[in-house]
């Protein structure tokens, strides 16, 4: 069976140093087998979550997509950026989304309950985006999610990277790609016989 990652980023722009990151995480998981789906959550142009607006509306055309793509994976690969010691607003609102309820359907919290996830991040910080991770790995549990015990959390991260966007320091690399492939492990031992 091969193992399905979603991967995404809390950044909205495009080459941040977390989507830097992601990437080299991700090639961790596709150097064991894994199929790496990338996403960026820009994409889906989720409206800042209201409860009226969904009574109104129902859910928007991007929040029945990230439902579709979450219950299609088995296994999250996260970079979370921090902001004022959080996820981003552009993290957070599109699991608040995806967790709503879909009409005619399973609650949206089922379409993360057989997930798992590893989390990394990037700061020019000395605390690397760790607060960020703590943060988020609390609205994951609420959300049913198995949290993979390795991360990796990168500081100085504005030094980090070279002009191709290549990690310059070849250990961290390693503990980064490290990140992707214990997430693509832990997910296959998780994931259910017939997925």
Avoid: C
Wanted: hydrophobic share 50%; glycine share 10%.
């Amino acid at each position: 069976m091969t193992i399905k990652i979603l991967a995404f980023s809390g950044s909205s722009r495009r080459g941040s140093l977390n989507q830097q990151l992601l990437e080299v995480a991700a090639a961790g998981a596709r150097a064991v087998g894994a199929d790496v789906t990338m996403l960026r959550l820009a994409d889906l142009q989720l409206p800042l979550y209201d409860g009226d607006l969904e009574v109104a509306d129902g859910l928007p055309p991007g929040a029945l997509r990230l439902q579709r793509l979450l219950t299609s994976h088995h296994a999250l690969l996260i970079a979370t950026p921090e902001h004022n010691g959080g996820p981003t607003a552009l993290l957070k609102n599109a699991l608040d989304w995806a967790s709503r309820p879909a009409a005619q359907a399973r609650p949206g919290s089922g379409a993360f309950a057989h997930l798992s996830a590893a989390m990394v991040s990037a700061s020019p910080g000395l605390l690397a985006g760790i607060r960020s991770q703590v943060s988020l790995q609390i609205v994951l549990n609420k959300l049913g999610v198995a949290i993979v015990p390795a991360s990796f959390a990168l500081p100085a991260a504005h030094q980090a990277f070279d002009e191709r966007g290549a990690l310059k320091d070849a250990g961290v690399e390693k503990a980064v790609r490290a990140v992707g492939s214990a997430l693509v492990l832990a997910a296959g031992r998780d994931a259910p016989a017939n997925s």
